[in-house]
């Protein structure tokens, strides 16, 4: 099993910016995609952005160029830098990663975190 532990959350001033953090943890093989996901009220939970274990990134178009995704492989972490943030970013932000538990397993498990909030204030 996998557990995903976030944070990073908070309240901040249009403008602003946040860093969030989510690091995974339990017993798997490997980490593959990792991902951030959010949802507003009354809202569908939509994807923010992806990064696979190589790298390669993408992103929703309504937050490319203002945030950035990373991870360290090493520590099974993955980042997103929140920058110039608008109150249309206000959310629950989830954290997922697709885990291979063991190396002969044919594909891997969707996880998702208990999610963090943001709040961006006008």
């Known amino acids: 099993q996998v557990q995903l532990g976030e944070s990073g959350g908070g309240l901040v001033q249009a403008g602003g910016s946040l860093r969030l953090s989510c690091a995974a943890s339990?017993?798997?093989?490997?980490?593959?995609?990792m991902g951030w996901y959010r949802q507003s009220p009354g809202k569908q939970r939509e994807l923010v952005a992806t990064?696979?274990?190589?790298?390669?990134?993408d992103y929703v178009d309504s937050v490319k160029g203002r945030f950035t995704i990373s991870r360290d492989n090493a520590k099974n972490t993955v980042y997103l830098q929140m920058t110039m943030l608008k109150p249309e970013d206000t959310a629950v932000y989830y954290c997922?990663?697709?885990?291979?538990?063991?190396?002969?397993?044919?594909?891997?498990?969707?996880?998702w975190g208990e999610g963090t909030l943001v709040t961006v204030s006008s």
């Open positions: 997922n990663a697709e885990a291979k538990l063991t190396w002969y397993s044919p594909a891997g498990v969707n996880y």
């Open positions: 339990g017993s798997f093989f490997k980490i593959n995609t």
């Open positions: 990064i696979t274990s190589g790298g390669n990134t």
